[in-house]
């Protein structure tokens, strides 16, 4: 075997010691979750604090054990919070800081700036029944979905489903769905102009 064959091979021991490291770091974690499955959301908060690389290793362990699908090179940074574990989040997808996920699927190739917001739909809660306090009325958690190769900008809030291709500015406030390659800005968010034309 040559050096280089050699180092080839060390790499990826090495990667598999830091991957059962990283396991048996996020069992506990997902033994809680298994045994209180609604205590999902308080799991995923705490997690999201443990800093460091290890950090993004045991969020990546745990997601991929409870999620619905936790694809392959998916990054969880610093400060990012899952909601719900019925979300499926597809291949090479990059969550930065301090993101918020709730009722979403995302596809392959999805990056997101720090502070993003996944809302479950624009209509979570409902305000139309002015007899009683809003926080006592029926609202609706509905999933909607980010395409492939996405990217959201810094401090967006996404409540409607984005497609392929699409570029989210930073601030903007997505509250209707946005056509596949699209590049939408603003509150609220308007396409200002078609990728690729």
């Not at 069992?27 to 950090?55: C, H, W």
């Not at 979300?87 to 999805?110: K, T």
């Not at 291709?165 to 406030?173: E, H, P, T, Y």
């Amino acid at each position: 075997m040559g050096s280089g064959e050699a180092g080839r091979a060390d790499r990826r021991l090495s990667i598999r010691y830091r991957r059962a490291l990283a396991f048996l770091l996020a069992l506990p974690y997902i033994l809680m979750y298994r045994y209180k499955p609604k205590n999902f959301m308080q799991i995923s908060e705490f997690i999201s604090l443990i800093p460091f690389s290890i950090g993004k290793k045991i969020r990546y362990e745990f997601y991929q054990r409870t999620l619905e699908h936790c694809g392959e090179n998916v990054t969880f940074h610093f400060g990012t919070v899952v909601n719900y574990p019925d979300i499926r989040l597809g291949d090479n997808v990059s969550l930065n800081r301090y993101n918020n996920l709730g009722f979403v699927d995302m596809g392959d190739n999805v990056l997101t700036a720090t502070g993003c917001v996944f809302v479950s739909g624009r209509h979570t809660h409902d305000t139309s029944d002015t007899s009683i306090p809003i926080k006592e009325q029926q609202g609706g958690r509905r999933k909607i979905t980010v395409g492939n190769d996405v990217w959201v900008g810094t401090n967006a809030i996404v409540m409607e489903s984005v497609g392929d291709g699409c570029v989210i500015g930073a601030g903007a406030v997505v509250t209707r769905p946005v056509e596949p390659y699209s590049v939408a800005v603003g509150n609220p968010a308007r396409v200002i102009k078609k990728r690729g034309v």
